[in-house]
């Protein structure tokens, strides 16, 4: 569970993440001069306020009109006056995430170092490096405290008296300062203003080293450590940020007492306590596909060698550096993980490193329930109840709604309104895609109070669709408008329309799950009943010319479109609404709707599409997604999509976190589904994981699975249950129970354990399309009666 190099990092896309949730830092590794590039979650630019367009409100009945005449490039010039692309005074189109500065500590002669490495211990959540200088063996230690709310550095050497290096600070923000204070190295700056905000989040880090043996004397600007047998270097951050709409803390006081307390304990007691606390979570779940010789390599070694040779445990790595980056960056009362997560050293980041709603802060999260990291997800629920206040606004204001709404775009100041103009940016759905992880955490963990406390939310974005859905003229469907695919144009450069598929089924969505949680909560009957009636009038899914599933409500996709969102396929990942074993049409229309849409692209969305393949049940074509996934990143400049760079960080390219998480949750469904029904155990298993073992994934019902494999077939399996009830398992081979426990051979092939699916309308067929059925795995179905909190084991017979 290590990333290691044997040499420094030369850039950022090299250099190794730490980080707590809150706090992150970039390591580089060098040995005549360390930087750790430092980040605060909370510093972002402009201030407090919302960008809602009352401007769309007015001109809606016209561009509705527009479009439902098939005047779409009318309808989206109008839109386009309302929503233009570049902001109009009085708004702005969100703002960007932030980097604090820099630490640098400088060792005078240590230029001409051997015998180096550094590495990224993920299974403790420790940095090092490692070299020799003069025949002295020097080594740094570093860590994000998950206990302490500090960064700490640990230098140490095998001679006495060897340590001497210079601490330094710089930010990139245009107002900032560095000075020493009480021997504390203090950085201080201001976050920049964008579009028509100001910036207003002030931040500070205190820098502060105590060390054995040896002085620390401070200049005007820096602190210098000379002849120290160890040092320990302590760096806190804090932020005047209390919530989206109060910036009324006090970030030097925050900042001080963080370091106060830290520097109170021992290092030691230190290093205990934050592996324990980072254990405690990853530690939850193990993943084996094997090991050869090119496990001995460096990482950056075996990330360009991957597609070409066989490094299973490379995969096992990729998988769990996902799970990694997913504690370290979205911590229980935390920010959410934004576009990089908490890493990022620009002052106007890509994207402004937002929170993009239209897939990559959900894909974010798609780790989080089935790699048994459910608190992780606390920061995006908790950001749903903040953009359920403000989405109000947007909802009344812009469409005469009642409930909530937003688009394809967030920031920490939880904007709703449009951004980047009418052609990315009216899509009124991003709230509809959030509220189905609130779904998806209850299906995990049946928890019925977290459900009573956010169905209010669910009912917020329902009550906003019944108000806006609109009779189309020809078939009387209730559909929203204007939307779009999501940044995918039907004609050259309009992408504006009606009813389109993933539209209709997100809505889908949110009316079920709204309708399920009030049945189980024993409420709002008649406002179910409602929804039940408008959920009727939804179009289904549609099967096009090609034998496609159609993007939009007319056939219009071609088969040479290779756009990097496929976003009508999101009934079939992450939604349940495409069933190989309930409706096998529309499994085959997606199956060619992803085969036209290619493999290469973004590394976002590659990684979307191993967990599409693995839904498809082709674990091959899964597993060669995730070899076009680990190679050799394309840097900016060189125009190449997709790939991982030597950190192993996802490439757009520029960096993206949410390619990371995409494929660690695109590993876990090749060996796991719940989605259907039953536990399917090794759905899309690849010929080349022949064998292997997982611990530890989650399935839908509150099932904890571990399970062995040989040849392709599970060989032993344990089953914990957290709430009880029939347990539907879906297996290749056969099994038994071992010891206690009641298993027989199920009845029936659809029985919508964890999801209902029964409702989902037919699809309609074009004329033209090629409906073949798709040729399926044969599988046993098994039903296991468990008790709460009782494991069962199973072997195969």
């Given at each position: 569970m290590k990333l290691w190099y044997n040499k420094p990092a030369s850039n950022w896309n090299e250099a190794l993440p730490l980080g707590n949730g809150r706090i992150g830092a970039m390591v580089f590794g060098e040995t005549a001069r360390e930087q750790l590039q430092l980040n605060e979650e909370t510093v972002w630019s402009g201030e407090p306020g919302n960008n809602v367009n009352a401007a769309l409100y007015s001109a809606l009945p016209e561009i509705r009109q527009l479009i439902f005449e098939g005047k779409h490039k009318e309808a989206q010039a109008l839109a386009l006056e309302k929503i233009p692309r570049g902001a109009p005074a009085h708004l702005n189109y969100g703002m960007q995430y932030q980097p604090v500065g820099n630490m640098f500590i400088s060792f005078p002669g240590h230029e001409g170092a051997t015998a180096y490495t550094r590495d990224l211990d993920i299974g403790n959540a420790l940095a090092s490096v490692s070299y020799k200088v003069d025949g002295v063996t020097y080594k740094r230690e570093m860590f994000s405290?998950?206990?302490d709310e500090v960064i700490i550095i640990r230098l140490t050497a095998d001679k006495p008296k060897s340590i001497s290096c210079t601490l330094g600070a710089d930010s990139p923000h245009k107002s900032y300062s560095?000075?020493?204070?009480?021997k504390q190295l203090v950085l201080a700056g201001i976050s920049g203003d964008s579009d028509n905000k100001k910036g207003k989040v002030k931040f500070q880090a205190r820098i502060q080293p105590i060390v054995k043996g040896g002085t620390v004397a401070a200049t005007a600007d820096q602190l210098q450590i000379t002849g120290a047998d160890e040092a320990i270097i302590y760096v806190s951050m804090g932020t005047n940020f209390k919530n989206y709409k109060d910036l009324s803390g006090d970030e030097a006081s925050r900042a001080a007492g963080f370091l106060a307390a830290a520097t109170k304990k021992k290092y030691s007691k230190a290093r205990e306590e934050h592996i324990k606390a980072y254990r405690k979570y990853f530690d939850r779940v193990s993943l084996d596909l094997g090991k050869t010789d090119a496990a001995n390599k460096p990482t950056d070694a075996r990330v360009e060698q991957f597609a070409g040779g066989n490094d299973p445990q490379l995969v096992s790595l990729y998988f769990q550096f996902g799970r990694y980056l997913l504690i370290s960056s979205s911590q229980p009362g935390t920010q959410p993980a934004n576009l990089q997560g908490i890493w990022n050293d620009r002052v106007s980041p890509p994207w402004d490193s937002k929170y993009t709603v239209n897939i990559n802060t959900e894909m974010n999260y798609w780790p989080a329930e089935v790699t048994n990291l459910p608190e992780m997800h606390e920061p995006l629920f908790a950001m749903l109840k903040d953009l359920a206040e403000t989405g109000k606004e947007s909802a009344k204001s812009m469409y005469g709604a009642r409930g909530w709404n937003m688009h394809h775009n967030t920031d920490i100041w939880r904007m709703t309104g449009p951004i980047d103009g009418a052609f990315y940016g009216l899509w009124p759905m991003g709230g509809a895609w959030l509220t189905q992880h609130l779904w998806q955490h209850y299906l995990y963990t049946g928890d019925k109070k977290f459900l009573q406390e956010y169905y209010p939310i669910l009912k917020g974005k329902a009550l906003f669709y019944a108000d806006v859905l609109q009779e189309e003229p020809v078939n009387k469907w209730l559909v929203v408008t204007p939307s779009?695919?999501?940044e995918n144009g039907h004609q050259s450069g309009v992408s504006i329309a009606a009813g389109t598929t993933m539209d209709n089924q997100l809505v889908f969505d949110v009316f079920s799950n709204t309708i399920r949680a009030a049945e189980i909560l024993g409420t709002d009957i008649a406002f179910a009943d409602s929804m039940k009636a408008i959920r009727d009038r939804l179009p289904p899914m549609q099967i096009g010319q090609h034998g496609q599933l159609q993007e939009w409500m007319h056939d219009w996709d071609r088969t040479n479109d290779k756009h990097r969102h496929v976003s009508h396929l999101y009934g079939l990942y992450p939604s349940n609404q495409v069933s190989p074993y309930s409706h096998p049409q529309l499994f085959n229309a997606a199956k060619n709707s992803l085969v036209y849409r290619g493999d290469k692209s973004t590394g976002w969305s590659m990684g979307w599409k191993v967990n599409l393949w693995a839904r498809l049940l082709d674990g091959n074509r899964a597993y060669k997604l995730i070899e076009d996934q680990l190679s050799p990143a394309g840097y900016e400049a060189t125009g190449q999509s997709g790939g991982t760079y030597p950190n192993l960080f996802d490439a757009h390219p520029p960096f993206q976190i949410d390619g990371n998480f995409g494929c660690t949750s695109g590993i876990a469904e090749m060996l796991l589904q719940s989605h259907d029904g039953t536990l399917h155990l090794l759905p899309a298993l690849p010929d080349r994981w022949s064998s292997g073992e997982v611990k530890g994934l989650v399935a839908r019902g509150g099932f904890v699975v571990d399970m062995r494999w040989e040849n392709g077939k599970v060989k032993q399996l344990a089953i914990q249950s957290k709430?009880?009830?029939?347990?539907?398992?879906?297996?290749?081979?056969?099994?038994?129970?071992?010891?206690?426990?009641?298993?027989?051979?199920?009845?029936?092939e659809n029985p919508?354990?964890?999801?209902?699916?029964?409702?989902i309308k037919e699809p309609l067929i074009s004329p033209k399309a090629n409906t073949a059925n798709v040729e399926l795995p044969q599988t046993i179905l098994l039903d296991l009666e468990t008790r709460k909190g009782k494991t069962y084991k199973l072997v195969a017979n």
């Open positions: 405290s998950f206990t560095v000075k020493t204070q009480d779009m695919s999501p709430l009880g009830g029939n347990c539907r398992i879906r297996v290749a081979d056969n099994l038994v129970m071992q010891g206690k426990g009641k298993l027989q051979k199920a009845a029936g919508n354990a964890f999801y209902q699916v029964s409702h």
